[in-house]
Structure formats: C-alpha cells, structure tokens
C-alpha cells in the first residue's frame, strides 16, 4: 500500500530564509507526487506536480521540488519566504486515474 | 482547469441525521474523488466515483454510511448518514483533469452535535 510521511510536524523559519520541507513515499509503482499548500480557511491550492522527465520540478509562489527515487524522496523548497507562506503543506502520492494518498502535513511558521 | 463548487460551505446538523454535499464541477471529468479531513488532521480518500457504476470505497469506509452518486460527467453528491460528533470534518470534492492534475473543491466544514 502506499504512504506518505512527511516527518517535520511543524517548522519555523524566519523571513528571508531558506525552507525544505521533506516528504518520503512508498510506492509500488512510478509514482506522481505533489505538493498542495492549505491556508487557513481555504481550500487545497496545488504547488507543483512530478509526473516524468526532469527530476526538479517547479511550482508557483517561487517552490520547487527534487525528486529523487533512490531515497523515495520529493522534497519542496524555496530560496527566501515570506509571510504569506505561513500555512499548511501537504505531500501527496498517487497514480494515473486514481485518487491520491497525502502526507500528514507541515505547519510552517514564519517568524519575523 | 477544473472549477469545483461544493454545498453547502459548511453546516451544524444534529446527531442520528443525514446531509448530502454536492459537488459541481464546470467541465466533464471522468474521475471524481471525496475526500474527508478531520480536524487538524490530513485528507483521507473516502471513495472514487465514477459516472455509470458504483463509487469505489477505501478500507474503512462503507456505502451505507456514506452514499454516493454519480448521475452524470460534472455531478456528484456525498451524503453522510446517521451522523455522530466523529463526523465532524472537513468533506471534499476533487476531480482529475485529463488524469494528471488533481483539483479540488473548497470543502464542506461539518459539524455534528
């Protein structure tokens, strides 16, 4: 069965700085990953998406994500956050056709 | 893009009732999904529902609880039954665009009490 872990609860950064967020799958096939980001309130805005091809993917908002299979890893990052990045991220797995199984999120917390 | 509207935004309804959320989307998708997230918690796939045949139900949901149909290309509805305060989530509508992009909707914030 597939599953997500994303292993940081939650994670404080201070504005201007960098930010990772990790994410481990298991998967039993190629997999197509995600990131969505939920702001208090709101519904599930989608971040970026790997499907194939190159292996760092970019999104909107200035994230962008590395996938790497050897570590079952798709990972998120942005160079420099702002405030309006303080919100919930989820990673997400799933296949072609079929509904997706996420992460149990990262609260982020941006300090000023 | 796919634009999903959800009804009702949210609603209190009292134990041992039922509420139906709708799901309309503004183009014909072929895969609809219903997700549940509880409070402070993540999403939870409920079902996949496709037009002409039975909607799909995850390990530890079932039809009986929680109902769903399917009438045509941009419709579903989620009916939950025989509510207690355990089902006081977060309900949501998602579609697949062209199967690679998973959209969804603004969710249905129920509270039972």
């Not at chain 1, 599953?3 to 609860?9: A, E, F, H, K, Y």
Request: glycine residues 8%; contains cysteine.
């Amino acid at each position: 069965a597939q599953s997500v872990t994303q292993p940081d609860i939650h994670i404080t950064v201070s504005e201007g700085a960098s930010l990772e967020l990790r994410c481990n799958y298991s998967y039993g096939a190629t997999p197509y990953l995600f990131w969505y980001v939920q702001s208090p309130g709101q519904g599930l805005q989608l971040l970026l998406k790997y499907f194939s091809g190159d292996t760092l993917v970019q999104g909107i908002k200035g994230f962008e994500a590395e996938f790497k299979r050897s570590q079952s890893s798709f990972n998120l990052r942005k160079p420099s956050v702002h405030w309006s990045d303080a919100a919930e991220y989820f990673c997400a797995v799933g296949a072609q056709d079929d509904g997706l199984t996420f992460g149990k999120g990262t609260h982020l917390i941006i300090q000023p | 893009s796919a634009v999903i509207s959800q009804k009702p935004s949210r609603d209190i309804c009292q134990r041992g009732t039922s509420l139906t959320i709708q799901c309309q989307v503004d183009s014909q998708v072929t895969m609809m999904f219903w997700y549940r997230q509880q409070p402070g918690q993540s999403l939870t796939l409920i079902a996949t529902a496709n037009q002409g045949s039975e909607a799909t139900y995850e390990s530890g949901f079932v039809i009986d609880k929680f109902p769903i149909s399917r009438p045509n290309l941009t419709f579903s509805t989620l009916t939950v039954s025989n509510m207690s305060p355990e089902d006081s989530s977060i309900y949501l509508c998602s579609v697949l665009d062209r199967a690679t992009e998973a959209f969804f909707g603004q969710g249905t914030r129920l509270t039972v009490v």
